[in-house]
């Protein structure tokens, strides 16, 4: 069994508790154990940077070194909080000064950031640590019949030089993940586009349209349903997705999974245990 | 056959531009043309382009000049994303084709097109000069060319990589709150924008600021990163959107703007609870009428599918934040002195 801690995301605590709990069902199956580490904060999902650079390094050297405390690597199920959290690992890896001022403050705290526990995405697990070729031998109820849309969000892609896992124009990790649970993948533009979260409540009229432009593609590439890794996007794609379509004079609609609850149907749970009633769209 | 010509026909192929055409003058509707030519390995889109218009199809409209990454002119895009062709090479774009051997050229987005590959650059100079993207020098007229403006290498390091940017319009092309509303300011605006703000001889850095911060402006981006994906010098342009937001809040306060306020939040929350308070967010950000309008039938829905965020009393505070909180004022403390080192 291999041992992670893992971030709590805002987001997962209260809109979308599915992501967590959907994991909680199969993490033993695919032979891993996620730590829940219960004194993690905010990472300032994408704001606190520039709203204070000092604080915003400060929490999430906190956030890193909780994870640092345990050994573990860090494993985050929200985009924004990953690339958020990693922006944060590379200013403090990269100046040493800054990590000195906030391990200054840490160490009254009995914590030290030492820049030894990685920050990944749940979905890197799946992909490197765990493996295409296991996964898809454990896999109970393959999602033959299903055509999906993979939409990766921006901040598990970009930027390149803070994720890196993935070509940002051009990613393949959630395909392979889609075929590895026995589920055709389809090619559409907005695989790699943005859902327009972040302006959602500055900028609603935006917003809603980026969102109706990557519903209507998945709509006319005849998917079943998306899925994507991140909470964010599926609480734009999923929640707002009538107010979006009807801003954009578009009759249909789609379901939205999350990638927890993807992996979770093919290792035969069922979609009431998965939380899967809970989204807005059915 | 010799190794050696094997490596010779190895490094020529039959390559097929298949590009865009619209001259909205005559056609009705756009279309796309396929030329099929031999291209030698080491040659670019643009020359590729050239001998087209040279020798196959002179009809071909392209905007181009000095072939070396350096005038901006040749931006269009290439296998679906925006590049220049004079520094993009056809062998590296041919394992990008969505069909084997074919590569896709369009025009630029988020621009009206003029013909063919030729965007009409007119918006994009219009919010330049909307936004005052030029220095306003801070000097008196009658002591211009009497002394230096010395700018020191630390001024300097602020906004070296934004003056890199050759206004090729990639980042424009690539944007997408651009995409979703014209009117945005779009990150090549904002990135020249940032520039000027930092520039210690502008005298025009609270007006500038003051336009950034209206409808369509700086807090409108949606942090897709995109731009910066995209950008052909590789300019970190997120770090100047960030820097204007972090001058906004500085110089205008954290109530100015609906941006402003729901960027604040995050701060707040973490600060008292540790974890966003999402329930309120919309309230703090846009106050309760907006609130009410906009969100009250999801809200509803919401409610039936139990996907409500908690109210504030039920956000659980974070374990451990009496300590955390400690740390969190501490750092306020830090802040606040070097702010008032600065100033002195």
């Known amino acids: 069994m291999k041992r992670y801690a893992y971030y709590l995301s805002c987001i997962n605590e209260s809109m979308t508790k599915e992501v967590d709990r959907s994991i909680d069902l199969w993490q033993k199956d695919l032979g891993i154990e996620l730590v829940k ?41 929200c985009n924004t909080c990953l690339m958020t959290i990693r922006t944060a690992k590379k200013k403090l890896d990269e100046s040493p000064e800054l990590r000195k001022e906030v391990n200054e403050l840490l160490k009254k705290d009995g914590l030290e950031y030492k820049g030894t526990s990685n920050v990944r995405h749940l979905l890197w697990v799946l992909a490197d640590d765990i493996g295409f070729d296991a996964i898809r031998e454990k896999v109970k109820v393959p999602l033959k019949n299903f055509r999906i849309a993979p939409f990766y969000g921006c901040h598990i892609l970009r930027p390149s030089t803070v994720l ?9 990790t959630l395909d392979q993940l889609i075929e590895a649970l026995g589920g055709t993948t389809l090619p559409y533009e907005h695989k790699n586009r943005c859902c ?39 609480t734009v794609l999923d929640g707002y997705q009538s107010k979006a379509l009807r801003q954009a004079n578009i009759q249909k609609s789609i379901p939205v999974f999350h990638l927890s609850e993807m992996v979770g149907l093919a290792l035969g749970y069922t979609e009431k245990q998965l939380g899967i009633k809970r989204h807005i769209v059915s | 056959m010799t190794g050696a010509t094997e490596l010779h026909t190895e490094e020529k192929r039959d390559i097929t531009l298949r590009v865009y055409r619209f001259n909205p003058q005559v056609d009705s509707k756009p279309y796309f043309d396929d030329y099929t030519i031999q291209i030698e390995k080491g040659i670019t889109v643009l020359r590729s382009l050239n001998y087209i218009k040279e020798h196959v199809d002179a009809s071909v409209s392209f905007r181009a000049f000095c072939q070396a990454g350096i005038c901006g002119s040749c931006g269009m895009r290439i296998n679906g994303i925006s590049k220049l062709a004079c520094t993009t090479q056809v062998w590296d774009e041919l394992d990008k084709c969505r069909e084997p051997g074919i590569i896709k050229i369009e025009p630029l987005r988020n621009m009206p097109l003029i013909k063919d590959l030729i965007v009409d650059m007119d918006p994009l100079v219009d919010k330049m000069k909307h936004y005052s993207n030029w220095i306003v020098s801070s000097m008196p007229e009658s002591r211009m060319g009497m002394k230096e403006f010395l700018v020191s290498e630390e001024e300097f390091q602020k906004y070296d990589k934004a ?32 520039r000027m703000n930092v520039d210690s001889r502008d005298a025009i850095h609270d007006i500038r600021l003051g336009e950034l911060v209206k409808d369509h402006g700086v807090w409108d981006c949606t942090h897709c990163y995109r731009c910066q994906e995209t950008c052909v010098k590789h300019i970190p342009i997120m770090d100047a959107i960030h820097g204007i937001r972090e001058d906004a809040l500085e110089v205008r306060g954290v109530k100015d703007t609906s941006g402003a306020k729901h960027a604040e939040a995050f701060m707040a929350d973490i600060e008292k609870k540790g974890k966003l308070v999402e329930a309120t967010l919309p309230i703090r950000t846009n106050g309760m009428v907006w609130t009410l309008q906009n969100l009250l039938p999801m809200a509803m829905k919401m409610i039936m599918k139990r996907r409500t965020p908690p109210p504030p009393p039920l956000v659980k505070q974070t374990k451990g934040i009496k300590k955390f909180r400690e740390l969190f004022r501490e750092m306020t403390e830090h802040v606040k002195d070097e702010q008032q080192s600065h100033k002195k």
Not at chain 1, 39 to 60: I, M, Q, R
Not at chain 2, 175 to 190: D, F, G, M, N, Q
Request: aromatic share 4%; charged share 20%.
């Open chain 1, 37 to 77: 580490l219960h004194e993690s904060t905010c990472c300032g999902g994408s704001n606190l940077e520039y709203v204070s650079p000092k604080h915003f390094a400060l929490v999430n050297a906190r956030n890193i070194a909780l994870a640092e405390k345990l050994g573990l690597d860090l494993i985050v199920s």
């Open chain 1, 164 to 172: 890196g896992k993935d070509d940002p124009l051009d990613p393949t």
């Open chain 1, 196 to 234: 327009g979260f972040h302006t959602l409540l500055v900028a609603e009229e935006e917003s809603l349209n980026v969102a109706a432009e990557a519903l209507k593609d998945a709509i006319d590439i005849s998917a079943d349903f998306i899925v994507t890794p991140c909470p964010l996007c599926h």
């Open chain 2, 163 to 194: 003056t890199d940017c050759i206004l090729c319009a990639s980042c424009v092309s690539e944007c997408t709150i651009l995409r979703a509303h014209k009117e945005y300011v779009s990150p090549a605006v904002l990135l020249k924008s940032y």
